[in-house]
């Protein structure tokens, strides 16, 4: 298990041509939960790239298949300017991930990848955005003026069956197939990730989270930990408590990230 980067509260991200910017405060947790013997997650935390791994193979493989996207990822996130990264860089980065994982792995009959989530802090049309990437079944989910939603879809043999009208999507978890997923970095194929870019906006809370924590807390209940206030650390350790506490039967983890508006000044205030 890999972890880069550390909790922060108060990180002032400035949006060029204002005046103001945004706040951001943050929160990671890992955990090896209560029946595996290694924790195969990995998780960024830390501007200009966030992200959840969860590694997969062969002879214990996969913690190193998710540090080498998560070390990736961290190169990746030194090439930022003010704060900010060019998205296009991303697909560079998981393909070096992809090779690095088939060079380690080559001897291993089965492979080794992982999957990988994560929020990259970007400008469109100079305005700042969330590009917020995908690969595999680890999520990201976003909270905003109490509209709860899943950003990401699942690459995954049982998302294809409820897409399809086979499948109820809340009999997807417990299906026998629900860990076979569709995609991934490593395992020998390109990388393929789903992209979404989302305008930032103050009062915007992000959940990324490996399926270690979907598998054991329902999106009602993410839902109303993420809606019930509290700091960024606070809402990551509820959630962590509540999937090891229903079994904790995988790897968990998350990372919470909160958008603010930077409190007025005394002067910008009075007037």
Known sequence: MTHVGRDRAGFRLAVPGRRRGLVLDWAGRSDI?????????????????????????????GDKA?????????????????GYLDVDRLAGALDAAADDIDEFA??????????????????????????????GDSRVYLLLD?????????????????????????????????????????????PRPDMWMIPMRPGMRV????????????????HRVLASGGTAAAAADELMDAALAAG?????????????APPASPRSAST
Do not use: Y
């Not at 492979?111 to 700042?128: F, H, K, Q, S």
């Not at 049982?158 to 991934?184: C, F, K, W, Y």
């Not at 904790?248 to 603010?260: C, F, I, K, S």
């Open 146 to 190: 109490g509209e709860f939603s899943r950003v990401t879809r699942d690459h995954s043999v049982v998302q294809e069956m409820v897409d399809a009208g086979l499948l109820a999507a809340g009999d997807a978890e417990h299906h026998p197939d629900s860990n076979v997923i569709t995609r991934a970095v490593g395992f020998r194929e390109a």
């Open 33 to 61: 939960g209560h029946r595996r013997a290694v924790n195969e997650d990995s998780v960024l935390v830390g501007p200009p790239v966030f992200a959840v791994a969860d590694g997969m193979g062969g002879h214990a493989a």
């Open 207 to 222: 959940l990324l989270c490996s399926d270690g924590l979907t598998k054991e807390v329902d999106d009602p209940r993410i």
């Open 106 to 135: 080559a001897h291993i009959a089965v492979g080794a990848g992982t999957t990988v989530t994560g929020v990259i802090l970007a400008l469109r049309d100079g305005e700042p955005h969330f590009a917020i990437f995908n690969i």
């Open 66 to 82: 998710s540090a080498a996207v998560i070390a990736r990822l961290a190169a990746l996130a030194s090439e930022a300017e003010r």
């Open 248 to 260: 904790g039967r995988d790897n968990v983890t998350v990372v919470v990230l909160d958008v603010a």
